[in-house]
């Protein structure tokens, strides 16, 4: 692994992206490793704010445009691809991670468990009471960790523990944990009202710009379970489907990418060690003299 990264995180919409543009201007040599769920697929780009080639041109990004939209694609891959990215990079690598599981596995070099498809086939049929009561008797532990309702994460660990033949919680404390670190977190924290008309802002743009017309390509192509879960592209597959009008999935859009935005603040702001920069109305003007601060030697 090379130098210890800078990273730029908070919530969708509150301009990352522009932020490390601006730092990556203004310090010769550094490199964009986008921390991204859905940044990984080719191809799905209005939809996931993906950087322009106009940016992708000027400043060297890694992890976009990783595999097809068609493959499920997990942390453990991610991680893979990171640190293959990260050895490539002669200077300080500057992240910008909106994907808080993706940013600690990699920051943190969680233990990451495989997965086992045809258990969580299996599972997906029973009652979450039943899944529940089954992780309890095979890793107490882990059940400690979950919340009962929780069933997508009660899965996830039932998978593990089938599948691996060890318990969930032996992969170590998980996300829960946070070592010391040499990498430098910084945070953007919007108040949410205005936070909140970002992101309708940004979801007219996406529309604006033809993401109707990506999300239909994609799906005459065929998406993955993984892929299906972005923001936006699920609901433009209902009004494909000819279950919602368009006005309906771009209302949904908004709401959805709201709530999304509030889960992923409180997952980073349970991270002690980010320093957070408030921002007021220009992120690149307000954040990136931190960053630009950060990675300088």
């Given at each position: 692994?090379?130098?210890?990264?800078?990273?730029?995180?908070?919530?969708?919409?509150?301009?990352?992206?522009?932020?490390?543009?601006?730092?990556?201007?203004?310090?010769?040599?550094?490199?964009?490793?986008?921390?991204?769920?859905?940044?990984?697929?080719?191809?799905?780009?209005?939809?996931?704010?993906?950087?322009?080639?106009?940016?992708?041109?000027?400043?060297?990004?890694?992890?976009?445009?990783?595999?097809?939209?068609?493959?499920?694609?997990?942390?453990?891959?991610?991680?893979?691809?990171?640190?293959?990215?990260?050895?490539?990079?002669?200077?300080?690598?500057?992240?910008?991670?909106?994907?808080?599981?993706?940013?600690?596995?990699?920051?943190?070099?969680?233990?990451?468990?495989?997965?086992?498809?045809?258990?969580?086939?299996?599972?997906?049929?029973?009652?979450?009471?039943?899944?529940?009561?089954?992780?309890?008797?095979?890793?107490?532990?882990?059940?400690?960790?979950?919340?009962?309702?929780?069933?997508?994460?009660?899965?996830?660990?039932?998978?593990?523990?089938?599948?691996?033949?060890?318990?969930?919680?032996?992969?170590?404390?998980?996300?829960?944990?946070?070592?010391?670190?040499?990498?430098?977190?910084?945070?953007?924290?919007?108040?949410?009202?205005?936070?909140?008309?970002?992101?309708?802002?940004?979801?007219?743009?996406?529309?604006?710009?033809?993401?109707?017309?990506?999300?239909?390509?994609?799906?005459?192509?065929?998406?993955?379970?993984?892929?299906?879960?972005?923001?936006?592209?699920?609901?433009?597959?209902?009004?494909?489907?000819?279950?919602?009008?368009?006005?309906?999935?771009?209302?949904?859009?908004?709401?959805?990418?709201?709530?999304?935005?509030?889960?992923?603040?409180r997952w980073f702001r349970r991270d002690?060690?980010?320093?957070?920069?408030?921002?007021?109305?220009?992120?690149?003007?307000?954040?990136?003299?931190?960053?630009?601060?950060?990675?300088?030697?």
């Amino acid at each position: 692994m090379g130098a210890a990264p800078v990273v730029v995180l908070g919530p969708t919409a509150s301009g990352k992206s522009a932020v490390a543009m601006a730092a990556a201007r203004a310090v010769a040599g550094v490199e964009i490793v986008a921390v991204d769920a859905m940044q990984v697929y080719r191809g799905m780009d209005i939809g996931t704010a993906k950087p322009s080639p106009a940016d992708r041109a000027e400043v060297r990004h890694h992890c976009l445009d990783l595999v097809a939209p068609s493959v499920d694609f997990t942390v453990a891959d991610y991680r893979r691809a990171y640190e293959s990215a990260v050895d490539s990079i002669d200077r300080r690598p500057l992240l910008v991670a909106g994907t808080g599981l993706y940013l600690t596995a990699v920051i943190d070099r969680l233990d990451v468990p495989g997965v086992w498809p045809e258990v969580r086939a299996e599972l997906d049929g029973d009652a979450t009471d039943s899944l529940w009561a089954r992780l309890v008797a095979l890793d107490p532990v882990a059940a400690g960790r979950i919340e009962p309702g929780n069933r997508r994460r009660v899965v996830r660990a039932l998978e593990v523990c089938i599948g691996s033949g060890r318990p969930f919680s032996s992969f170590g404390p998980g996300v829960a944990s946070y070592p010391p670190t040499e990498a430098v977190l910084i945070g953007l924290r919007w108040p949410r009202p205005r936070l909140a008309e970002r992101i309708e802002e940004r979801v007219d743009d996406m529309i604006a710009a033809g993401l109707l017309d990506e999300v239909a390509r994609l799906a005459d192509a065929g998406l993955s379970r993984t892929a299906r879960q972005a923001l936006g592209y699920r609901e433009l597959l209902d009004h494909l489907d000819g279950r919602t009008s368009l006005d309906e999935a771009v209302a949904t859009t908004v709401a959805r990418t709201r709530q999304f935005a509030v889960r992923q603040e409180r997952w980073f702001r349970r991270d002690p060690r980010v320093r957070w920069c408030d921002v007021d109305g220009d992120p690149a003007s307000e954040v990136a003299p931190a960053v630009i601060d950060a990675l300088r030697p």
